[in-house]
């Protein structure tokens, strides 16, 4: 463990981390069950857990599709090289972890801008020497793809694997829409990429009704983000990609590891992802 980490387990944190208000990095890792967390975080997720006992769950699900998702990238599609938007904390099975399992030589930049995942998006790289970190703002697609980090350490003369999971829900469309943020990524990769997108999900059926209590929750927490979008919204900023079967499909459901013995719980129905090649 770095000292990065030790500092912030041991419950202080860096002085620049405001540690009283809410951070979506560290609600997400409270909802995971982590330990990089504080009262303002923990507060937000007890609120989900009224409207939607089954937060956990969903927060696993959407694990656990980013670890599937990668494991078919560098496996079956030979992706070597990775651009993780949105990162989040560091957690039980990260983004390079999961690459490098299968493909050792993959290398991963991560960017986030979050003060939090700053402190410990540093402490990754000492892992190993083909894991890298930029302090970037996802929804700037120019100057995201133009930071040194990311030019250094990624050929775009070749196909490149870029994960938006979990992100674009939490974006109000101030400057740019999340259809024009992500055809600008799109346009700046190589044919033969791919592009791995996660989304909160208003299934427009009954399961709606969950998905709007969450929604609220989200958009009236400190947070203040969290919109919960329908499939033409979602499948909409992919656009000119070849979608990997099955297409957008619930986050339990994309290619699970093995078979489903109990019912979905309502909030599972309220998360999917998806996966698109360039051509």
Known sequence: MTAAHSSSRSGSAPAYVDTTKASIARVYD????GKDNYPADREVVEKLRQVAPEISQFTVDHRAF????VRFLAGQAGIDQFLDLGSGLPTAENTHQAA???RPEARVVYVDNDPSVVAHGRALLEENDRTFFSPGDLTVPGEVLADPVVTRNLDFDR??????????????ESKLTCVEIMQQYIDALPSGSYVALSHFLDPQDEHSEVARRMEGVFLHS???TGVFRTREQILAMMPGLELIDPGLELCVKWWPDGPQLAPLLP?????AGVLGRKP
């Open 30 to 33: 409270t909802a995971l069950g």
């Open 66 to 69: 980013l670890v599937r998702a």
């Open 100 to 102: 490098q399992r299968l």
């Open 159 to 172: 196909p490149v694997a870029l994960l938006q999971l979990g992100t674009l829900h939490h974006y109000d």
């Open 222 to 224: 400190p947070l203040g």
């Open 267 to 271: 909030a599972q129905y309220c998360i």
